[in-house]
């Protein structure tokens, strides 16, 4: 067969979901309150065809292993790391937060996943889950994948897409 077209695989699940709480903040001195999110993950991964399975990348794997990063950060706080106007502190079995050096939460740590990201938004989110699956997926020996195209929804009709191209 003379096959020119491409392939991408797509998982989005019922349980591709994590329910977590957050906050952002924007430019200027505005700072959202605690609140929380039905977050949604939808996954597009691009690539040749494994010429022995005939499929880009086998979708069980992808199914696992897309449910452990959501299991990761599902019933949490998620803290950005990277963010200039909030301190996050561990403390302890604390986790103590500061918004512009004034104290606004303490969280037991157990019920904080604390992020490299700048700030909680779905864009961030998506770059991250974006950026642990491919761990995973090097991890797995996978071969031939082109891009990997991550969707995080934070509401009905309100979501955030990052796409990489892989080398
Ligand atoms: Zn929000």
């Known amino acids: 067969m003379n096959r020119r077209g491409e392939f991408r695989v797509s998982v989005t699940k019922d349980y591709l979901v994590f329910a977590s709480a ?50 990761a950060i599902d019933h949490k706080v998620l803290l950005p790391l990277e963010n200039p106007k909030i301190q996050v502190v561990e403390d302890g079995d604390f986790v103590r937060v500061a918004y512009e050096g004034k104290p606004r939460y303490v969280f037991p740590r157990g019920d904080c996943a604390l992020l490299p990201v700048p700030n909680t938004t779905v864009e961030m989110l998506a770059e991250l889950l974006t950026d642990r699956l491919r761990v995973e997926l090097d991890r797995s020996g996978a071969h031939g994948l082109t891009a990997i195209e991550m969707e995080v929804e934070e509401n009905f009709g309100q979501s955030a897409v990052y796409r990489v191209g892989l080398p």
């Open 22 to 71: 957050h906050f952002i903040t924007f430019a200027g001195h505005r700072c959202e309150g605690l609140h929380g999110h039905n977050y949604r993950a939808r996954v597009t991964i691009e690539g040749a065809l494994d010429e022995t399975s005939w499929f880009v990348y086998d979708f069980v794997a992808l199914k696992h292993t897309m449910r452990d990063l959501c299991d």
